[in-house]
């Protein structure tokens, strides 16, 4: 499974962000997707999963500013609305597959900053 992230950049405080994860290869393997983000001197934080069967779990950090979901081109979307600087870090893309293997994207760097 290849991942690839988009859609990130530098917004002002308050603004919006929709981050993208496209995936291909053994897509239908595919079991549990799941965004993830890195800031500087931080550990490393679950933002957002979503399963096969559409349940989704969010971090205390971003409920209620944040909206995953995953449509049938196997991609998967973070919407971030309320932008804060603490959301600053690099986005990452995580899924895990029925054989038990995780893959990680790159990663989208997100800056909020006035």
């Known amino acids: 499974v290849q991942l690839m992230e988009s859609g990130g950049g530098l917004v002002q405080p308050g603004g919006s962000l929709r981050l993208s994860c496209a995936a291909s290869g053994r897509t239908f393997s595919i079991y549990h997707w799941r965004w993830y983000r890195q800031a500087p001197g931080k550990e490393r934080e679950m933002v957002a999963s979503?399963?096969?069967?559409?349940?989704t779990t969010y971090a205390d950090s971003v409920k209620d500013r944040s909206t995953i979901s995953r449509d049938n081109a196997n991609i998967l979307h973070l919407q971030l609305d309320s932008l804060r600087p603490e959301d600053t870090a690099v986005y990452l893309c995580?899924?895990?597959?029925?054989?038990?293997?995780?893959?990680w994207g790159q990663g989208t760097q997100v800056t909020v900053s006035s």
């Open positions: 995580n899924v895990y597959e029925y054989g038990g293997l995780q893959y």
């Open positions: 979503i399963t096969i069967g559409g349940s």
